[in-house]
């Protein structure tokens, strides 16, 4: 299973991010890189602890296949230690990191020694598994024993395995039952209890038997308590065998007396083995990636160390005393403090591990992870302390990579909307005011789509780079995600925040290389302020988001500031994505038509069909704000086959109607071509209403041509071969290459309408144009300029020799009844707009404050949005407001003020009429109310 599986699998959100440790994972395609790179074995548990991902390291440590290490964790572990594990395990889901050392079960069944880390992974703020870290410690732990019984070794010396012991009883001269001395004799039990004490005397060599006799009686006489000494004994084969002889009593009231003979024979190569044995364990010590040392707590001396210890510190103290001035002056001074208790903890008796910093002459520093185990007297004190010490330098690079991947975007290596986060809250805690200043290059999509992500990473790198050469010094810059940053702009700016923004978007004038393209950015931007807008990290970031998307849906650079009235345009942003689900089936959608006319007779050569959406709370919807909607889901194909459907049973009504069928287009998404079938759904659709191919017109953006993608080009093929018309939009806006003309069948290009704007004045306009007609003739395609209004770019287009013309100067796009009798006529004439010369702005107009309550019963927090009150009766107020209020289906407060007056109602918005809401209120005595309140102050105004 990949790591972004697992994820996946034990994610109970799609949206909210995950959390080991505190960190953020942001990126798991990262994340994972660095879990396979961990020198030690990596996993994740479920909430039930099974295991549903580790790195290549578990497998290794286990002995087991990958395929089968996907179980619950008592599996690897002993019986005797599951309940312990367990217990561990169930603190980590209660959100505690632990740590612990138990064993494991090898696949060979042997068992490893495994110190383990479990740590809590968290998903809004709820534990939903468990991240491990184990590394075997099974050498070390070996190691320990060792030393252990070398140091035993050591005190022992001389001793080796006994060879004979028996008792004395010198009141009744007896010699207790010994199997060990029977054995020595030769000689049986029975025949033991009849030797005399002179048969035993006699066994005894004569020089050593009077110094014996001495020495025991002494014994006896209890002037001393113990004594040893080597003497010569007649054993079964009846040869003298040189033995040494230890006597001591067994207890302090006890008068039996306990004799050890140990055969002096094997001294020699007991010596010798312990030696061999002090060798190899030295080797081990040396091999071994780590510092080895027995250290005197009392004292500071260093009893032993091998070779590791030098490799860490580089130097040895002066006579081997480690004194607390030598360590200190070495340890960095942040881990004084915490090496100090640690020091404490030693000396009360209680092991422990400690991480800490060395800090070297030349500015180095080294981690260290050292462990001590204090090792007691028989009577309960210190003896010593064993000290293990790794070097963790590279674990803690690794945690800081770790940390980067939590806090710093990889691409862009900015920080992240975590750190973003942090640092707002740490200027919010410095009550220093701030605007917080989020701008989008709207392109990364797009250039995924059309490059490749590869391309997509060019392009976050070359405008986060932009970005940090651009801003001034004292603006913290962070980034959103995708092609989205913010800049957090502190009040002591020498500009304000909004010459800032300018500055920003003045950005898109210069060209981002993504080789070997020069991409142009739209860049967008949202504003909000600290503290006037909210004091809170998380609400000013949504704030100065909800104002970035209130800017990227206009057609050119722009900025918003952050008002309350966009708290509403993003609700019904929201609710239009809901409903525009069931917009075709609830037949709100329908299609209106512009046409295309001859530039010079007006004759009607096209048509163009355009979508709209009449929706039963928000009115009339425009394109912009619900194009882009259908574009994030696959809503696009419905809705883009529907339109094709609408427009092809149009055609067929007209023609009954008595009018000549001319060429219709329709609008298609760059993502219709990615999905197999589209060219069978036109087929259809032109079967069905017998129209001729060539009635059909697709109009495609040069984002489609862009992608490049095999199964666009084999689309616009076939549909070509069809006899079906393909019209390249919006040429000139953006790559604009004659490549595309060469490498697909073409055969309309449609002059983007930024041309007409100033094209009348504009010289450098005027030749672009006419650039773009001249290569349409040479690749003998149709030309239509859009966008044309009044009179003198109709002209200056006449003047171009530019054939064709839609724009609002000959007729804004109508319904299709309005366009059956154009089509009748066949000729339109072209009308300049005029303004009117009247003013409807009402005359009388009262500033509020209006809030949405419920929606649909469902209750609102809002903020307020202004308004403009102009006329009121007894069941309706009249008002004006720039923000799109529902009608019908919610509640609203309102809140009116003249001066010192003041009055608050509440209604229900259940018209638009002439550029005005019409609010009925919810009871009579508000309407009085409000009546009254106009009265007081109409004679003022």
């Not at 990290?537 to 949504?542: D, G, P, R, S, T």
């Not at 219709?664 to 069978?680: A, Q």
Request: aromatic share 10%; net charge negative; with cysteine.
């Amino acid at each position: 299973m990949t790591f972004f599986d697992a994820m996946q699998r034990l994610s109970r959100s799609s949206t909210s991010p995950l959390f080991i440790g505190g960190l953020e994972l942001s990126h798991p395609d990262s994340a994972e890189f660095f879990f396979q790179q961990n020198a030690d074995a990596i996993f994740f548990f479920n909430h039930l602890g099974e295991i549903i991902y580790f790195n290549e390291h578990l497998p290794t440590m286990l002995g087991y296949s990958s395929e089968t290490l996907y179980e619950h964790f008592a599996v690897f572990n002993p019986p005797e230690q599951v309940d312990a594990v367990t217990s561990f395990f169930e603190r980590a889901l209660a959100g505690e990191t632990v740590h612990y050392t138990a064993q494991g079960l090898h696949h060979d069944q042997h068992r490893l020694t495994l110190k383990i880390t479990n740590m809590p992974i968290f998903q809004d703020n709820q534990v939903i598994g468990v991240y491990g870290m184990a590394r075997d410690i099974t050498r070390e732990k070996q190691l320990e024993e060792d030393v252990v019984q070398i140091r035993s070794q050591l005190e022992l010396t001389e001793q080796v395995p006994e060879l004979v012991v028996f008792h004395y009883d010198p009141s009744s001269k007896t010699i207790e039952q010994s199997v060990s001395l029977m054995n020595y004799l030769g000689v049986s039990s029975d025949a033991l209890g009849q030797l005399s004490r002179k048969q035993l005397h006699n066994r005894i060599h004569p020089r050593d038997f009077d110094p014996l006799r001495f020495q025991m009686e002494r014994l006896i006489d209890r002037e001393v308590e113990m004594f040893e000494q080597e003497v010569s004994v007649l054993n079964a084969a009846n040869d003298y065998q040189l033995l040494r002889l230890k006597a001591f009593r067994r207890s302090e009231s006890d008068t039996v007396i306990a004799v050890v003979l140990y055969d002096l024979s094997e001294v020699s190569e007991a010596r010798h083995q312990l030696t061999f044995e002090r060798d190899q364990t030295r080797e081990i010590y040396e091999a071994l990636d780590a510092a080895i040392s027995q250290i005197d707590l009392s004292t500071g001396r260093l009893l032993f160390h091998s070779r590791g210890f030098l490799q860490i510190f580089e130097e040895l103290p002066e006579d081997l005393c480690l004194s607390q001035d030598w360590l200190f002056e070495r340890i960095d001074e942040r881990d004084h403090l915490a090496m100090q208790q640690f020091i404490e903890q030693l000396t009360s008796g209680k092991a422990g591990t400690l991480q800490y910093r060395l800090r070297f002459s030349d500015g180095r520093l080294k981690w260290i992870e050292d462990q001590q185990l204090p090792v007691f007297h028989l009577d309960g004190t210190i003896a010593y302390s064993n000290s293990i010490m790794h070097d963790i330098t590279l674990q803690k690079d690794y945690e800081e990579r770790l940390q980067q991947l939590a806090l710093r975007d990889t691409v862009t290596s900015l920080p992240n909307r975590v750190a973003l986060t942090d640092t707002i809250n740490a200027w919010i805690k410095a009550d220093r005011p701030f605007s917080i200043l989020s701008a989008s290059f709207n392109r990364i999509t797009e250039i995924n789509n059309a490059f490749g992500h590869a391309s997509g990473d060019q392009w976050l790198q070359a405008t986060s780079q932009l970005l940090q050469t651009e801003k001034p010094d004292d603006v913290f810059l962070g980034h959103l995600g995708g092609d989205e940053y913010t800049l957090l702009v502190p009040a002591s700016y020498t500009d304000d925040v909004t010459s800032c923004a300018e500055k920003l978007l003045d950005l898109s004038a210069r060209p981002i290389l993504i080789e070997p393209y020069a991409l142009f950015a739209r860049i967008s931007a949202g504003v909000s302020r600290f503290p006037e807008d909210s004091r809170d990290a998380v609400e000013l970031l949504k704030h100065s988001y909800t104002a970035l998307r209130r800017s990227r849906r206009e057609d050119h650079n722009a900025v918003h500031h952050y008002a309350s009235s966009l708290d509403i345009d993003y609700y019904r942003r929201y609710r239009l994505e809901q409903d525009l689900h069931y917009a075709i089936e609830r037949d709100q959608l329908f299609l209106e038509y512009q046409p295309k006319v001859d530039s010079w007779t007006g004759k009607i050569i096209g048509l163009e069909a355009l979508i709209r959406w009449q929706h039963p709370e928000w009115g009339r919807i425009p394109p912009n704000d619900f194009i882009p909607l259908a574009e994030e889901s696959s809503l696009h194909l419905a809705i883009g086959d529907w339109v094709v459907d609408t427009a092809c049973q149009a055609m067929k009504t007209w023609a009954r109607a008595g009018a000549n069928l001319i060429p219709i287009s329709v609008n298609v998404s760059p993502k219709r071509f990615l999905i197999p079938g589209f060219e069978r759904q036109i087929e259809q659709a032109l079967l069905k209403y017998s129209l001729s191919p060539h009635l059909l017109e697709l109009e495609i953006t040069e984002a489609a041509l862009i992608m490049d993608d095999p199964n666009t080009s084999r689309m616009l093929e076939h549909l070509s071969h069809l006899g079906v018309r393909i019209a390249l939009d919006d040429f000139g806006k953006g790559y604009s290459s004659m490549v595309y003309l060469q490498r697909y069948p073409i055969d309309v290009v449609k002059i983007d309408r930024q041309f007409a704007t100033h094209i009348a004045d504009d010289a450098k306009a005027q030749a672009i144009v006419k650039s773009i007609l001249y290569m349409a003739s040479v690749f003998n395609l149709s030309v239509v300029a859009e966008g044309i209004e009044t009179i003198r770019q109709l002209e200056t287009f006449r003047a171009l020799n530019c054939p064709n013309i839609q724009g609002y100067l000959f007729s804004r796009p109508v319904p299709t009844d309005v366009m059956q009798s154009f089509l009748l006529r066949e000729i339109l004439y072209p009308i300049e707009a005029c303004s009117l010369a009247g003013d409807s702005t009402p005359s009388f107009s009262v500033e509020g404050k209006i809030k949405m309550l419920t929606h649909h019963e469902t209750e609102l927090d809002f903020n307020y949005s202004d308004i403009h009150a102009h006329q009121t009766d007894t069941r309706h107020l009249y008002f004006s407001t720039e923000v799109p209020l529902p009608l019908n289906t919610a509640t609203f407060e309102v809140r009116l003020s003249e001066g010192i007056q003041l009055v608050s109602f509440t209604l229900t918005v259940i018209g638009f009429e002439q550029g005005q809401y019409i609010g009925k209120y919810t009871s009579s005595p508000e309407a009085e109310l409000v009546l009254r309140f106009f009265q007081s102050i109409r004679p003022l105004v």
